[in-house]
């Protein structure tokens, strides 16, 4: 399942998961953000094991500021409320699982 992320849930959601959390920092106008939703989708679906949670960097520009988020998409790992990893761009299907699931090990 995938969560939208806001200001309001995102300390809950995210900071305090028992789960680990792969967070999407992203934009409506990226195109390379645009290519990456459907795959961030379907990991999410598949990957049941950690949380896919996607935050508009447009509409809670102060939450990707705090994270050091320089260009999107970004994808942020979270164990236990703290950054665990980062990757960055877009990246194919099989690529992306295969460097998530290495992250979560």
């Not at 995210?14 to 961030?40: E, Q, T, Y």
């Not at 409320?81 to 980062?86: I, K, L, N, P, V």
């Amino acid at each position: 399942m995938m969560l939208e992320l806001t200001k309001d849930n995102f300390d809950k959601e995210v900071l305090k998961s028992d789960k680990p959390v792969i967070v999407d920092f992203w934009a409506s106008w990226c195109g390379p953000c645009r290519m990456m939703a459907p795959v961030f989708e379907e990991l999410s679906k598949e990957m049941s094991h950690a949380k896919f949670a996607k935050l508009d960097t447009e509409a809670y520009p102060e939450i990707a500021s705090h994270y050091g988020i320089m260009s999107i998409p970004s994808l942020l790992v979270f164990k236990k409320g703290s950054e665990a990893d980062r990757l960055m761009g877009y990246m194919p299907k099989p690529v992306l699982k295969q460097k998530i699931e290495k992250m979560l090990a």
